[in-house]
């Protein structure tokens, strides 16, 4: 697909469930977590370097990669957290754009969490946020995972803040009322989207 959708929102603001709404119009999606566990699973690339690095322990004894250890490492030591952004960045990034042209959706839409932070909206044609309250991320991911809040107020206040994830959105969702609020929005949306695409293929 050559128009690119960067979707994109806080954490617990319904990312993937409005990209599972997309993707049941037949829209296929580019994931960058999954794509990130990717270029570490079992017998990768990415994975050898983390282990040549910082020894065998960060691998399991089933030869994943160990975590807990590797995220002990990076908060330990500032400088090897931006080793393993240097070395992963460009594998996550190549990989994404290697999907996204393979695609053969009429669109196409990028899932990232970071969207703005990692600069990855350059990639993308269109930015559409996923919007809630703080406060509703909070309730959200509490009741989602087994976390605590001081965990998931951590995690909110590393991201980028609401407002400016607004500025810089060219579309916006809003995901503060019933799951069924959302379809009608995500109906609206992938009709621009063809058209768009539509308009850039033409
Ligand atoms: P993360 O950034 O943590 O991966 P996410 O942005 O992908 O999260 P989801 O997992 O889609 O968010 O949604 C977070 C939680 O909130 C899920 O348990 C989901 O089922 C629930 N949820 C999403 N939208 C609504 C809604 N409108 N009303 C109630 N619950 C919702």
Redesign the pocket.
Same mark, same amino acid.
């Given at each position: 697909a050559n128009f690119i959708v960067g979707l994109t &929102?806080?954490? &617990?603001? &319904?990312?993937?469930?409005?990209?599972n709404l997309f993707a049941e119009q037949g829209i296929v999606l580019v994931d960058a =977590?999954i794509i990130a566990r990717e270029v570490v699973a079992k017998g990768s690339d990415g994975l050898k370097q983390i282990g040549d690095k910082f020894g065998p322990q960060m691998l399991t004894p089933e030869g994943t990669l160990n975590r807990a250890a590797l995220r002990e490492q990076i908060f330990h030591h500032p400088q090897d957290r931006e080793w393993l952004n240097a070395l992963l960045h460009p594998m996550i990034r190549t990989r994404m754009l290697e999907r996204l042209e393979t695609a053969t959706s009429p669109y196409v839409i990028m899932?990232v969490?970071l969207l703005f932070e990692n600069g990855l909206d350059k990639l993308a044609d269109r930015t559409l946020v996923?919007d809630i309250s703080p406060k509703l991320q909070l309730q959200?991911?509490i009741?989602? =995972?087994m976390v605590s809040k001081e965990q998931v107020q951590n995690i909110i206040n590393s991201q980028s803040d609401r407002q400016s994830r607004l500025d810089k959105a060219d579309d916006v969702i809003d995901?503060? &009322?019933?799951?069924d609020?959302?379809q009608a929005q995500v109906l609206a949306l992938h009709n621009k989207y063809l058209q768009l695409a539509d308009i850039k293929n033409s």
């Open positions: &929102g806080g954490i &617990g603001s &319904g990312k993937t469930t409005v990209a =977590d899932v969490p996923v959200r991911t009741e989602r =995972d995901n503060q &009322g019933e799951i609020a959302l």
